[in-house]
């Protein structure tokens, strides 16, 4: 069986080169063409063992190793996987993340996440290894697997392949353009509108949600360095217009559970055009209780056609604040009665949230979609003021040393991932190419 590869997957798995990196945006069949790297592997070593990675068991699981499986059947060629194969004694006496192919070829499965920490990898030789989604796994991972390419004579042509969606200027740039760059290797790079197969409306729908410098990420496949400078795409000019409260659209109350100052945002939330206002900011400057502020929206806002929502950090259901209750025990408590809800989850990631703020304020494809009164005296100064910290160690974190900032701004955060998230996952299967 014949298997047709785009233009940049072609380049990619016909490298001479000893490590290759394919970097694309989503959608452009990184997985894809990893799994058909693999069966090259398989048909070029019988007999041969290779190493598959991927972050976590979960994307192993359930991206990387189904799209091997999905090769292999579309070939069909039989395959086991997590069992001894019937066609020869195994070199394995355990077959737990061992996939297994009639020609004598093996292909352990591991999470690389793990490789640093528990030696799931180390020792082990193999001939080739295909690592997926590498952006996601650390430096020392990587090294622990490329030290794995040993073991079948210093001629033999051992093979590191490895695909990503961009992530800045992180480890994988510096190994492959920066100044760590990998002897006798080659990076591919590509666009996800470079996939021909793709649903016609991927790629525009994500344009969408995504602002421009995302977009260019994790669409384009550019390198670009979103971890410094303003956090927010805020512009006045854009951004600041009168947002008289719509009797007809629930009104939202997004409160950041923090003492002092305690602060909340009143947000409308369009589901038609997916149009997001914010229409009012509350505040208690000093020793801030969450009944106090709650009692206020609701005199504010009292019997409101439309009806409530509201949303509360995820931390709100631990600490309290000067009660024995929690903060979400208050809120759900202060609303009891009245036609309300609660829309929170689970705390978003920050890189999350702020792509998902971003991603209203400066859409990569049409207007702007989040728009602030001009009384959010508080949110817009937020929105201008709010930069990511330069000496954070533990990736994208925003600057808070001003403690008079942020807390209007995680209200915003709270309450855009919660209605208008950024999506980021796949919408086809690999088998689509």
Known sequence: MQIKLLDHQWKFITSTARVAMLRSGRGAGKTFVLAAFLLGECGRN???LSLLGAQNPM???TVSLKALCEMFSSCKIPWVYGSEPPWYPSRFQSHVNVFSAPNGWQCLCRSMHEA????????IE????????ARDMSE???DVASACLRGFGPDFNYRLRMVSTPNGRDWCWRRFEGDRRIPDSEIVTCKSSDNRHLPR????????QYSAELAAQELDGAIVDLNTGRVFRFDHAKHLVACPPDGRIPLIFSLDFNVAPLCGIVVQ??????????????SIRNNGQTRDICRQFLQRYPNWAGGYQWIGDEAGSARSTRTTQSDIDIMQESFRGQPARNIGGRKPAVVDSVNACNGLLDPAEGPPRLFVDPRCKGLARDL???TWRDDSVEGRKIDKRNSELSHFGDSLRYVTHAVAPVRTGRVFSSMDL
């Open 201 to 208: 409306e991927y790629v525009s729908g994500l344009r969408a």
């Open 384 to 386: 201008e003021e709010l």
């Open 46 to 48: 019988p007999g041969g």
């Open 126 to 133: 193999v001939q080739s290894i295909a690592i997926d989604e």
């Open 140 to 142: 020392d991972a990587f």
């Open 116 to 123: 640093g920490s528990d030696r799931s990898i180390r020792g």
């Open 269 to 282: 939330w369009d589901r038609t055009t997916r149009t997001m206002r914010v229409v009012d900011e509350l």
């Open 59 to 61: 994307q192993l699981q």
